[in-house]
């Protein structure tokens, strides 16, 4: 843990460190991975909401976004096999970043041919092209965080983790506010609904993504000490057999085992009365869909090592993809240090991501315009994000990682009490704008300091599988309870989710003072 350790600098070698030129090559990075996140989320919950979608149907498409929480699964995928041309041509890890940015484009261009208020399967189709989304641009996360690792040592990661995050708010502003300026500009609004006006902006944000492609083909290749073994190509083939396979499993079982929820639900309900019911509706559905979750990655691991001793792929190779990136990390922290740690990655962000699930729903059922959304929420918010970003580095490099990561704890859980005010005030334009600044500005804090905690985990020789479990821990957890975040606000009301939500992130205080103990 170097970047913890690390003497406290003075200001002027902090502030000398912006200038270092891959800060300019992570926000540009970052723009290209925040772009697709919101046309996932609020962007296109107010597009479903404005079609016709009921709210807790909207919610649910965040799930669509899960390929963030399980990109750990093809990390080391990306991480071994090299790409026929591209990777001669362009390097591993720009090769693979044209492959997905070039998805991401054409999953963008998908959903802009679907009308979600179309009768028949749209909605269907619309959240399987979602979900080429969420898988793209979660393989496109993936490149990416490794690029930012190996490009630049640890004293750094700090600011690229800030420079990172800028760009990353800089996308999410083109998608949010952008992508709602131009939906309105071309005609449509809650009251008049018009598909076409959604399939330009769509179409639009398509093409802006040409700036990460634009990004990937002028960089160099970053030079790491790493070592890599070359197999032959039959190797490769049956490597990519076994991964197939496998997620084919899980994927099945998970399909399969749909009654596992209304079986549950029907436990519940004969224990408990009907009024009682609707208020742990969202705790037995999320149970249910953990069970069947679980089944499911348990079946997917069992065939997995049967595929195996059948020797359809090569153990060693299997070995050093998946199983010495895991080893590695438990050898370095020991076992109860190491699941310390990955205790707190998977609920440190639980709080501000749950909340963040319904918050555009929020404010359009508190009555504000989209032009306001855009305008306050997503351009103003940004700025404070941006803000939040540049203090949260300039912090980090001068008082070190865990002190800086307890006070974003600290601030994003209690900033959603703010939202508890908004909730009982109701359609106020100066309030929301002092929720904004608050809550954007100590997320701005947390993630910095966060994802610059999360690369100093992370072994060189590993990067990819390694940061990918990190992350995707990160938001897996979040998201699943996200997607009841609707079910929730209908069976407690906006004012005792929020508490909720807050009270969530409490904990985590507590698990940072207990790493930071360990880790000292």
């Keep these: 843990m170097k970047t913890q350790q690390a003497r406290e600098k003075n200001w002027s070698e902090t502030l000398q460190a912006w200038t270092h030129p891959r800060v300019l090559t992570m926000l540009f990075f970052g723009f290209s991975a925040g772009l697709p996140l919101l046309l996932i989320f609020s962007t296109l919950s107010l597009w479903l909401r404005e079609a016709g979608v009921d709210r807790s149907t909207v919610t649910f498409f965040s799930w669509a976004a899960l390929g963030y929480s399980f990109k750990f699964v093809w990390a080391p995928v990306i991480d071994t096999l090299p790409l026929p041309f591209l990777t ?15 998805a991401i484009i054409a999953a963008i261009c998908l959903m802009a041919m679907i009308d979600p208020a179309a009768e028949g399967q749209s909605l269907t189709f619309m959240a399987l092209a979602a979900v080429l989304l969420g898988f793209s641009s979660a393989t496109q996360d993936i490149v990416i965080d490794a690029y930012r690792i190996e490009c630049a040592e640890q004293d750094l990661q700090a600011l690229l983790s800030s420079a990172y995050i800028a760009g990353y708010r800089l996308g999410m502003l083109a998608a949010g506010a952008g992508a709602l300026y131009l939906a309105a500009w071309f005609g449509t609004s809650s009251a008049a609904y018009h598909y076409a006006a959604w399939r330009g902006s769509y179409l639009a944000m398509a093409a802006v993504m040409l700036v990460g492609v634009a990004t990937t083909l002028l960089i160099p290749e970053p030079e790491v000490n790493r070592n890599t073994t070359d197999y032959p190509a039959a190797y490769y083939l049956r490597f990519l057999l076994l991964f197939f396979c496998t997620v084919g499993v899980f994927v099945a079982v998970f399909w399969w085992s749909g009654a596992v929820v ?30 069947r979750l679980v089944l499911s990655l348990c079946a997917a691991l069992l065939s997995a090592f049967f595929l195996m001793r059948s020797n359809l792929a090569d153990g060693s190779m299997v070995s050093q993809t998946y199983i010495n990136p895991v080893l590695d990390f438990f050898d370095r922290y020991g076992l109860r240090t190491a699941l310390l740690l990955l205790t707190l990655i998977g609920f440190y962000r639980v709080s501000d991501i749950v909340l963040g699930v319904i918050s555009n729903v929020f404010y359009q059922d508190l009555g504000f315009s989209k032009e306001v959304i855009a305008s306050v929420i997503k351009t103003f918010g940004l700025f404070m994000t941006l803000l939040g970003g540049f203090l949260g580095g300039t912090l980090t490099i001068r008082y070190g990682v865990v002190r800086i990561l307890f006070l974003g704890a600290l601030l994003s859980s209690l900033t959603n009490l703010l ?46 599988m390694q940061y990918a479990i ?41 698990l940072i003072w207990l790493a930071e103990k360990r880790l000292r």
């Excluded at 009365?273 to 705790?283: D, G, N, R, V, Y």
């Design 88 to 102: 001669a041509k362009l390097g591993r890890r720009r090769g693979w970043l044209l492959v997905a940015q070039t």
């Design 262 to 291: 209304s079986l549950v639900n029907g436990l519940f309900a004969g224990l408990f009365s009907t009024a009682l019911m609707e208020q742990i509706t969202p705790f037995s559905t999320f149970l249910a869909e953990a069970i």
């Design 419 to 464: 939202f508890m005010l908004l909730a009982s005030v109701g359609n106020n334009v100066p309030l929301l704008c002092a929720v904004i600044a608050a809550d954007n500005l100590s997320a701005g804090i947390a993630t910095t300091a966060f994802v610059a905690f999360l690369a100093g985990l992370t072994n060189i020789s590993f990067t990819a």
């Design 470 to 510: 990190f992350s995707s821990l990160m938001t897996l957890l979040p998201k699943l309870l996200g997607g009841y975040s609707g079910t929730m606000v209908t069976a407690w009301g906006y004012q005792w989710f929020f508490l909720a939500t807050t009270l969530m992130g409490l904990p985590v205080l507590w």
